[in-house]
């Protein structure tokens, strides 16, 4: 009796306890749990800011043709000859060498462009390793070519002289010469220029005029250079930074006196310290203020002078009008 009563109580709280986790009642201790995991944070980004492309310089609309020699591919001829070889000299420069004397080479820019009234500037010197010690050459660049006929310009480092030269199918001849002690010595480098505009040619040398000279005969034609050996056995030449643009002159003067006095002042009481003769090429600088003097820079002489600027005196390319105002 006593066991079954034992029973029955086991069983009524087994049903009760049952009951009671159903309900979700009591105060039973929770098991372990683990902490939240927290969701992973993305790292911050920079906020990234398209800006717009720098923008190239704008291109001068009056260069021509412009080459540095910086890149062997833009078609200058490459050959070795018997008495010459050409092509790009690292690491920018092209390069003329003659190996003969008495002997001369025009080389022209590719793709046979041809220029009438245009503005040629060259960078160019000599090499003195791989030039003779002896023996004298001139150098510069030839335009207005078509076949035999064409002008050029050159310099000989050894004689500070200075040619205009035109060439035909005939003959090479000189029409003008003169001497600058601007030109500078073997490895030194030399800026000429040419002015070319219809029969009329300007000539400067390290940005100094240093002549004029008219001539109708050829009227457009190709741009290059030109080397030639006198009795000089070798010569090396680089050439530089060709730049061929429209025509724009610096303002240029001829003498037409027979004798013209250069004063240190714009007047008559000034001293005159030289003198000018007929055709001598003068660069116009600046002006009193009534025009009637006006300053000039002239070939090989540092010092710059004042001359009368009468039609009667000098011929100038360009309006003296438009030069500075200078009263000393």
Request: with cysteine; charged share 20%.
């Amino acid at each position: 009796m006593k066991s079954h009563s034992t029973y029955r109580a086991i069983m009524m709280f087994s049903v009760l306890l049952l009951i009671l986790i159903s309900a979700g009642c009591g105060n039973l201790p929770a098991g372990p749990t683990s902490e939240p995991t927290s969701a992973p944070t993305t790292a911050p980004t920079a906020e990234i800011i398209e800006s717009s492309p720098t923008p190239e310089p704008a291109a001068d609309k009056n260069i021509l043709y412009q080459d540095n020699f910086a890149n062997p591919t833009t078609g200058w001829t490459e050959e070795k000859f018997d008495n010459y070889f050409v092509g790009y000299h690292e690491p920018e420069y092209y390069h003329i060498e003659i190996t003969s004397a008495n002997y001369k080479t025009p080389i022209f820019a590719p793709e046979k462009q041809t220029f009438s009234n245009v503005t040629v500037e060259a960078k160019v010197f000599t090499v003195s390793a791989k030039t003779a010690t002896t023996g004298d050459f001139a150098y510069g660049t030839a335009f207005r070519r078509s076949g035999d006929q064409y002008y050029a310009f050159t310099i000989s480092p050894r004689t500070k002289k200075w040619y205009v030269l035109k060439s035909s199918s005939n003959a090479l001849v000189v029409l003008a010469e003169g001497s600058d002690e601007s030109i500078h010595d073997l490895d030194a480098e030399d800026i000429l220029r040419v002015d070319a505009q219809g029969s009329d040619f300007a000539f400067h040398i390290n940005d100094q005029l240093v002549g004029q000279v008219s001539d109708p005969d050829y009227a457009s034609g190709e741009v290059g250079f030109f080397v030639q050996t006198f009795d000089s056995p070798n010569v090396h030449i680089h050439f530089d930074e060709l730049t061929i643009q429209n025509f724009e002159a610096l303002p240029a003067c001829a003498v037409r006196a027979l004798a013209l006095n250069v004063r240190s002042g714009p007047g008559t009481d000034f001293a005159s310290f030289s003198f000018l003769s007929q055709d001598d090429a003068i660069q116009p600088i600046a002006r009193t203020e009534n025009g009637e003097w006006i300053k000039i820079r002239m070939e090989g002489i540092e010092e710059p002078g004042w001359v009368f600027n009468s039609p009667t005196f000098i011929s100038c390319s360009t309006d003296n009008s438009l030069l500075p105002v200078e009263n000393p």
